[in-house]
């Protein structure tokens, strides 16, 4: 299967839980993509994307703020290239500020959402997290479809 609109099945499972869990001492909010639009032409229009200096989502857990980037693979594993530079960046300055600084990984092919705190992705020594080990050592957690 060739994923068309990558990511979005992902972000459109933790907006539906988001809105589902928004009293329960939670506050996030998914951030907007800014960008300017530069040519029109017919119905086609080209636009740009600014500087985003987020992740996907950020937010307030009993009073600890959040910030993690969602992402999804078809395949067996999920490599951290997956990750761009500033968000690992930014996940890491959320960490030293004892913010909560994760990212949410689902994989296809078993249906299955992971957890990696900005911690455990530092602390791999590979640039690849297989299935197998992702079961024994990650926070697996349940989205509202």
Do not use: W
């Not at 530079?85 to 994989?107: D, H, N, P, R």
Request: net charge positive; hydrophobic share 40%; charged share 20%.
């Amino acid at each position: 299967m060739i994923l068309k609109n990558k990511g979005m099945y992902l972000e459109t499972i933790i907006n539906n839980s988001i809105s589902v869990n928004a009293s329960k001492h939670l506050l996030i909010q998914k951030m907007p993509l800014s960008g300017s639009i530069f040519e029109v032409n017919n119905s086609v229009i080209k636009a740009r994307l600014t500087k985003h200096t987020f992740c996907d989502y950020v937010g307030l857990f009993h009073g600890h703020y959040l910030e993690f980037d969602a992402k999804e693979t078809e395949l067996n594993y999920f490599s951290l290239s997956n990750i761009k530079t500033k968000q690992l960046e930014k996940l890491k300055t959320v960490a030293e500020l004892s913010g909560l600084a994760f990212i949410v990984v689902y994989f296809h092919k078993i249906d299955k959402y992971f957890g990696l705190t900005y911690k455990e992705i530092t602390q791999f020594q590979t640039k690849k997290y297989h299935l197998n080990g992702l079961f024994n050592m990650v926070l697996k957690f349940t989205l509202q479809t």
